[in-house]
């Protein structure tokens, strides 16, 4: 019997750019969209949400079957090396646009039998797998394969927030650290989120940005695993 694909889990971060570098007739249009004053008031804020108007600073990346990982973060370039912040993980450091490319450099290899990695993610086809396609376009970096593939098929992206709303079926929408508690993996929860990523990267704190972006794909190949024997099947491709 041949070996089984092997499984990537990548998540990113991004650095909205500054309100200023924004030229004014996107601003205005930004600020047109948002009908409450409230979410309006917050868009300088917000502009990594937006496509085009934020920088990856940060792609995380984990080796399922390896359970091993791999930060990709923007500085100075430096030869893949041994970090200790996260056990069992490694990072690379360069510039944005070489971040991108080793990140598509890595998620394009094929094995022997010609076979990609199946990649996994939280949330990635609404968000990590479209930013790093467009952002790739923007800095001329090529993408090496279709980050969106068919929704309703987990053999080339297995998104495990679309698997845990059954592609879109329920309601409600619940956190990655919802779910890592709900099965009992350890909370990538840190010193912190998402909404505070922008302010840490302009205050330096590009390494605490890493750790925070690993530490979430790790949990999410940890939930991966705990799914991959028990809902994972019921959807096509998910064996």
């Not at 309006?40 to 984990?62: C, F, N, Q, S, T």
């Not at 968000?127 to 098929?153: C, E, F, I, K």
């Not at 909404?195 to 794909?217: F, K, N, P, T, W």
Request: aromatic share 10%.
């Amino acid at each position: 019997m041949a070996p089984s694909r092997s499984t990537i889990v990548f998540d990113i971060e991004v650095a909205g750019f500054t309100w200023e570098e924004v030229d004014e007739s996107t601003r205005g249009y930004l600020l047109e969209r948002e009908k409450d004053p409230t979410r309006r008031d917050a868009v300088p804020e917000r502009l990594a949400l937006y496509p085009g108007l934020g920088k990856v600073i940060a792609i995380g990346m984990w080796l399922v079957e390896q359970d091993r990982g791999l930060i990709l973060l923007e500085g100075k370039e430096s030869e893949e090396q041994t970090w200790e912040k996260v056990p069992h993980s490694k990072i690379y450091r360069g510039s944005e646009t070489q971040i991108l490319q080793r990140f598509w450099e890595i998620v394009g290899r094929r094995d022997g039998a010609g076979r990609s990695s199946r990649l996994v993610t939280f949330n990635g086809r609404g968000y990590d797998g479209p930013v790093l396609m467009v952002r790739s376009a923007q800095l001329h970096v090529p993408p090496s394969r279709q980050l969106v593939p068919y929704r309703y098929d987990l053999s080339e992206h297995c998104d495990l927030f679309d698997v845990l709303t059954f592609q879109g079926s329920t309601r409600d929408r619940y956190s990655l650290d919802y779910w890592c508690r709900r099965f009992d993996v350890d909370s990538p929860k840190g010193s912190i989120d998402g909404s505070q990523v922008g302010r840490a990267y302009r205050e330096g704190r590009i390494e605490d940005i890493g750790e925070y972006c690993l530490r979430d794909v790790r949990a999410t190949g940890e939930l991966y695993r705990r799914l991959a024997t028990t809902l994972l099947p019921l959807f096509k491709g998910g064996q």
